[in-house]
């Protein structure tokens, strides 16, 4: 029987290996987790809000693509597209995989793109149009009234539904395992599998580790909601 008091004092010696991985590797542990979500996060923003701009103006061609592309993506498991951007296309295009760190950056990307594009899509709906409209009649540039009026409305609707997208990637970031990555859960693992005294304090500490940056996260994501209620005169409702 595993007495939890020694599992906590025995694993704490390992907390280093937790946060900054095993000796040996480059980077692992938590800080890869959080390297993986920093990297893809402001590409799947990009990529999602020029996507889910195709659907919002309905551009010719481009508007069936955007949702085709949403659509599929988020209808297959992240672990089945990391094997499949790493294993099989370089295969069937007869190319060297990337490194592992790169297919899971551009999993991770590709995932978090489908999901912000959406999240544009219901925001932008969620505000309407009626707004826009009455300051293009007024002769306001398109340009300043989406700028002025349209976009702190939406980002405003949009951050609860954001923060959710960017956590999901961040925890998402725990089944680059299959690549061989060793990031935090796989790390404590390795520890729990070499040291079976430390078994109930490894897994606390690998949830403790993915609730603190989370946290850290909804931290950030509450009170950029409050500085553009403030900033824009909109109503600051914490729903998160």
Not at 184 to 196: C, E, F, H, W
């Amino acid at each position: 029987m595993i007495d939890p008091a020694a599992s906590f004092a025995e694993a704490a010696r390992y907390l280093p290996a937790l946060l900054f991985g095993l000796k040996g590797d480059l980077a692992g542990g938590l800080a890869l987790n959080i390297l993986l979500a920093l990297l893809a996060l402001p590409a799947s923003l990009l990529l999602g809000v020029i996507l889910g701009c195709f659907r919002v103006f309905s551009l010719r061609f481009l508007a069936p693509f955007a949702m085709a592309y949403t659509e599929l993506v988020k209808s297959v498991p992240l672990v089945l597209m990391l094997f499949w951007m790493h294993y099989a296309l370089p295969l069937f295009l007869g190319v060297r995989s990337l490194p592992p760190g790169l297919t899971a950056v551009a999993a991770l990307t590709v995932y978090g793109t489908a999901q912000v594009a959406e999240v544009f899509r219901s925001g932008v709906k969620a505000v309407g149009t009626a707004q826009m409209e009455a300051a293009l009649l007024a002769g306001m540039p398109r340009r300043t009234a989406a700028r002025v009026i349209l976009a702190p409305q939406v980002m405003h609707t949009m951050i609860p539904a954001l923060l959710a997208v960017m956590v999901s990637l961040f925890k998402d970031s725990s089944v680059v395992f299959v690549l061989g990555l060793i990031e935090l859960t796989q790390t404590g693992i390795l520890l729990a599998n070499r040291y079976p005294a430390t078994l109930i304090a490894m897994y606390c500490f690998i949830a403790l580790g993915f609730m603190a940056f989370s946290g850290l996260l909804t931290w950030l994501a509450r009170h950029l909601r409050l500085r553009l209620a403030r900033r824009y005169g909109l109503e600051a409702v914490q729903s998160f």
